[in-house]
Each structure stands twice: as C-alpha cells, then as structure tokens.
C-alpha cells in the first residue's frame, strides 16, 4: 500500500503519454498497490491502465497557493486483489524507457501488454485440437545441466550460453529442466516454431502450459492473459512478446534459437527480446537460458567475458556434406544452376530423395538494355526494378511501385531489352526445363495467393523438388531430411550493407543443413569462394568464424567493442543542413564519438528519410550523445524524429 500521500495515485495509461496523476477515493486506498490495474477517466472516457507509484509533482503542492489536487480526478476502480504488473516488471518498464532513450512509458507499457488486458474479448468455443507434432527422443546428458539445475535451486540470476548440436537439443534440454524451474517463459522466435517446441514442453508442464503469440485472436490472447495472471498456468511459451508475461516469481526464461534477427522489433518501440530476457532474469533473479546452433557473436562474446556461462554439449558426428562451387569456373546449363548441383539433383531424385533450391530473390529478373548496358529503375527509387513474367510488369521492391513492362529502353529507345539475373520465377522456368518437374515453389508472392500454414510439412508432401527464398528455409522443419539443397545466389546474404551480414549469412546456411539427411549434401553457389566464412562453414566450425568475425569487428570497432544508435528521422522542416549543423555541434569535444552519415534514403510515400549511426565504446556516451543531438533537433522544429537503438 501507498504509505504517503496515499491520497494520490499516478497511473499510466498504454498510450503515447506519460504517467498522470489521479486522486485515490478512501474505499479504494488499501488496494492501491503498485502494479495494480485501474479503470480513469481520461479525455472524456474511462480507460484501463496501471498504477505506477505515487506522485513526486504534489510534494511541490504547499509552497503553491493554488492547491493542484483541485483539478485532480478520480480514479474509478481498482481490478483484481493482486498487482497485474510486480515489482520486476515495474524495474523493467522503467529500465526500458530510459535505455530506449526517446520511449515514455506509455508506449513501452504497450508494448509489453496486449491490449486484450486491458480490455478482454470473449474467446470463441472451438473443437479440441490434436498436435500433429510427435515429439522425437533425444539424449540429453544430465551432467551437462547440472550447472542451469543448480542455478534453479538457489533461485539465483545466471546466463548460460548453450551451444546446441541440433534445434531438437534445445527443445529436449529445455524439458528436462523445466520441472525444476515451475514458473517458466520459453521464447521461440517465430510461431511455427511453436508447433515444432510443443510436444517437448506440454508433456512436462501438462495443463500449466500456456501459448502467447501474435498470431491467436483477440479472445484466445485475452484468455491466455487471464490464464497467467489468475495463476492457473505457470509456463508460457509463446514469441517475442510473450517475455513481458505478467508471470509472477519466474524462475526460469529460455530464449530459443537466441541468434534470430525475429527477435528484434523493426516498427515502434525497438527491442531485442533476448535482451529483455536477460535483463528480465536479472530482476526476477531467475536463471536464463539462451541457445542456439549457431550462437549470435554478441553472446559468445559475453560467455568468453565470463558475463555468460558456456555450455557447449558433444556435436553428432554424422551431418550433411557441405559443397562451396565457385561460379565463375563452373558450367550453367541454365541461369544459376550449375552442372554439378544438376547432376547431382538428377542422382538424388533417381533415389526418391527430396531435393530443395533455395534463391533469396523474388520476381523473373531485372530488365537490361543490350545496347547501352542500363538496368531499368524505379523512378522514385532509383533501385532496379524486378520484372514479373506472370504478369509482366516491372515491381520495386523497396517502395511498391508497379508498372507496365516497357517495350523499349528508357534511356536510349533500343528495343534490346533482355533479362538480367535469376530470379525466383526465371529458377522455376529453367528447373521444369531441365528436370520436366513442376517444383513447389514457396515465396511471398505465393503467400499472398494461396493460403499456406506457417508449417509446411503437409503441402510439401509427394514433392520431389521444393523451390524458395528465405521464407521457405524459416519454415521448413528440420524433419524434412532432404536428400539435398543448394544456394544458389549465396553472394546475396553476403553482399547486404550490413556488419552482421556474414554472420547472418553463417546462420542462414547452417539453418539449410539441419533440413538435410545425416550423409545428403548442400551446395553453396557463390563467386567469392575464397570468403572466409565458407572456410569455416564446411568444416562446421562455428567457433573458428566466431574468433575470426570478432577480431574483424575489433578492427572496425563494431559490436560487442562499441554501441550503436541507428537514428531516422524525417519532415518538411529537415534538411541536410541543418543536420550537419546539429552534428558539428555533438561532435565538437567529443573524440570517443564517431557519427555516420546523414545518408538520404526516398521514402514509400515519396518523401525522404535521414540516417545516421551513432557509434561509442560508452554506453553512457552514446545515450548522452543521441539524448543531446534529439535537443537540437528539437530546435529546429523537425517532424516525425524516429530512433532504432541496435544494443
């Protein structure tokens, strides 16, 4: 209970907006805890929101001689006999709204609630259904957790860092250390992912388990929230936002397949949900479980730093065969398939193996002119547009653009335009030509078609030969057991302008292999045979790229050996002026800063955005660097600023 000024609550509401102060009615004050859900009048409606503590603003109230509570509301009723947000997940909301610098409270607390809590829809009746996921038996040796098991019983904060064999490993480890963890979060980055999790975790937690994700209706996530905060289940296991479960005493977090990028927010309120997870064990003084195959550079860097603890389980002997072609040798019967991956194809579908190609590019191909050598552009872009035989027309694939295929060249008016490139249409073309077989193909496109669950074990059944972009191999599951696969554009991973692009590319390889029998074989079609990362990647020494990946990134001081503030903003009022103005200013005695940019980017309404990346070895530099350039931004009365911190 309030012990002063007891009188007055402050409550947040989920929107854009800071705490505000309301009065407390007497029947009500015993219950006016911290954490506690409300119902308040606010802009001429009763709204449902959280009470935050009491308020600091009326200590100023007796040196004024108007009295402030006099305009003060009445809170209208308090929900529930026990806080629906405790005391650690108070110090997380807090936590956020400082580090993620521009967020108030408000948009962090909707963030972590979905609004079925504050307003509950009724769930529809449905028929029970079956899990069509068996679960498999894996050997899991109880040495190897004795560590996590210990940390469990003394109910202390701990990270451990798991370097898994396989993603069943995780599912498996993750049982066996549940009953001894009782209130549970277990994070998996995408929902398939929760079918593929489910048999592990329901035969242990029975009807304690509960999931949360984005995907249930408005009534199956309001009921799933009553279940956590009435306390009937105890394990939650859901995707990102299932870490902010109002769950209390949590004595265990897992966070699946640690390494995906499905773990960041790319609109709103940026986070990473694996971050939140270990700042969330901290406070709960639980243990957190991070694992992967492939472990992301940040937190092998922490478990070398002794942050984390490392547990690395003895890898199976018997994995795929992986194959680096070299593309500027190798003979193409047809755009981007080599005579070894069709040889080899043939091989595997004379043995009734199912074989997958994978192209991380959507569309037929750009369009080029023989004559003077232009690619056709987006004309609001100037990024090359991608043309669509099915429909012929010309699509961007940054801002939507569409158009009519051109019969001449825009540039010189030669009627010589032909394809350039391979894209995923122009694969499906040439693989029907070449194997007179009707591939399944898998692609966004094709999503918004046809409509395709998010597991495709089923429709994949009786298919000889499976084609897709990177949407395919996050939801092919690692039972397939191809016979074979090849990348066949595998320079598009790497070519990306980003520092994490050969880890990624590391992660997206190795993710193909699990699909593929013990013995089978992935090829790996690049023109930059020689990058270290496929040197690592066919011996499967993933602790080798790791060492060679952070001394690359030590050289050019990018994460884990400095911090990032990727910052974009735009508006009628700025220009590149200004922001350099603003810059010269930040940087002016600041020697441990290092600012990137302004680089101008058009927009998908036509408009235009500015970047830059703010980079220090400090933390506390950086907040105080970025907190500072927003003030000058400020004064120059510039719109819409949005901010992405990348921890």
Not at 117 to 123: E, L, M, P, R, S
Not at 581 to 596: C, D, F, M, P, Y
Request: glycine content about 6%; some cysteine.
């Amino acid at each position: 209970m309030l012990k002063s000024n007891m009188e007055f609550v402050d409550v947040l509401f989920p929107i854009n907006l800071g705490p505000l102060t309301y009065k407390c009615p007497e029947h009500l004050i015993d219950k006016a805890h911290p954490g506690m859900l409300v119902s308040a009048p606010l802009k001429k409606q009763i709204t449902k929101g959280i009470i935050l503590g009491r308020p600091g603003r009326l200590a100023e109230e007796s040196k004024s001689s108007t009295p402030i509570s006099d305009n003060i509301k009445n809170i209208s009723d308090i929900h529930g006999e026990s806080p629906l947000l405790e005391p650690p997940l108070l110090k997380l909301l807090n936590w956020m709204a400082d580090y993620y610098i521009i967020a108030n409270k408000g948009i962090v607390l909707k963030n972590m609630l979905p609004q079925e809590t504050f307003k509950k829809v009724k769930a529809r009746s449905k028929g029970k259904t079956e899990d069509k996921e068996s679960k498999e038996i894996i050997e899991i040796d109880e040495n190897i957790l004795a560590k996590i098991k210990e940390a469990l019983s003394k109910r202390e904060y701990k990270t451990f860092l798991v370097h898994a064999p396989n993603p069943l490993y995780e599912s498996a480890m993750v049982a066996k250390i549940l009953p001894q963890g009782k209130n549970a979060i277990i994070l998996v980055p995408e929902i398939v992912h929760i079918s593929h999790v489910l048999p592990f975790i329901k035969e242990t937690a029975g009807e304690r388990l509960c999931v949360l994700h984005s995907g249930l209706s408005k009534g199956q996530r309001s009921e799933a929230m009553e279940k956590i905060i009435s306390g009937q289940c105890n394990v939650v296991l859901g995707t990102r936002m299932a870490v902010f479960a109002p769950l209390k005493n949590v004595s265990l977090i897992s966070v699946m397949h640690e390494h995906s990028s499905s773990y960041r927010t790319e609109e709103g309120l940026r986070f990473n949900a694996r971050d939140i997870a270990v700042m969330r064990g901290y406070l709960e003084k639980a243990a957190v479980v991070l694992s992967s195959v492939c472990p992301s550079i940040e937190s092998v860097y922490n478990s070398k730093r002794s942050k984390y603890t490392l547990i690395r389980p003895d890898a199976y002997s018997q994995r795929p065969k992986i194959r680096i072609l070299n593309m500027r040798n190798e003979r193409q019967p047809a755009p981007n398939l080599s005579k070894t991956v069709i040889n080899e194809a043939l091989s595997s579908i004379r043995k009734n193996e199912k074989i997958m190609f994978v192209i991380n590019r959507k569309g037929y191909s750009m369009l080029t002119c023989k004559e003077c050598g232009s690619t056709e552009t987006c004309s609001k872009c100037s990024i090359p547009l991608m043309f669509y035989k099915d429909d012929k027309s010309l699509r961007c694939h940054y801002c939507g653009a569409i158009a009519g295929s051109p019969e001449k060249c825009r540039r010189c008016g030669s009627f010589s335009l032909e394809p350039a490139g391979s894209g995923i249409e122009r694969v499906e073309e040439n693989i029907k030509k070449v194997f007179d077989i009707e591939p399944l193909r898998i692609d966004s496109n094709m999503l918004k078609r046809k409509r395709i669950p998010e597991d495709l074990s089923d429709i994949t059944e009786g298919k000889p030969i499976i084609l897709g972009t990177k949407l395919l191999t996050k939801r092919l599951h690692s039972s397939e057991k191809l016979g074979m696969a090849a990348v066949l554009n595998a320079d598009s991973y790497l070519n990306q302008p980003d520092f994490r692009s050969a880890e990624r590319t590391f992660h997206e390889m190795y993710g193909i292999t699990d699909k593929i029998k013990p013995g089978g074989l992935l090829f790996i079609q690049t023109r930059m045979p020689q990058s270290y990362i496929f040197r690592h990647l066919k011996n499967y020494d993933y602790a080798s790229f790791c060492d060679e990946e952070l001394e690359k990134r030590k050289e050019m001081l990018y994460p884990p050996f400095s911090k990032l503030a990727l910052i974009t903003f735009n508006g009628r009022d700025c220009d590149a002026v200004r922001t350099e103005k603003a810059i010269r200013e930040i940087l002016s005695g600041n020697k441990a800063l290092e600012v990137l940019g302004p680089s101008v980017t058009p927009t998908k309404k036509g408009g235009k955005e500015y970047s830059l990346l703010f980079k220090a070895v400090s933390k506390k530099n950086l907040h105080f660097s970025v907190k500072s350039f927003l003030e000058l931004l400020g004064s120059y009365k510039c719109l819409n600023v949005k901010i992405a911190i990348d921890p």
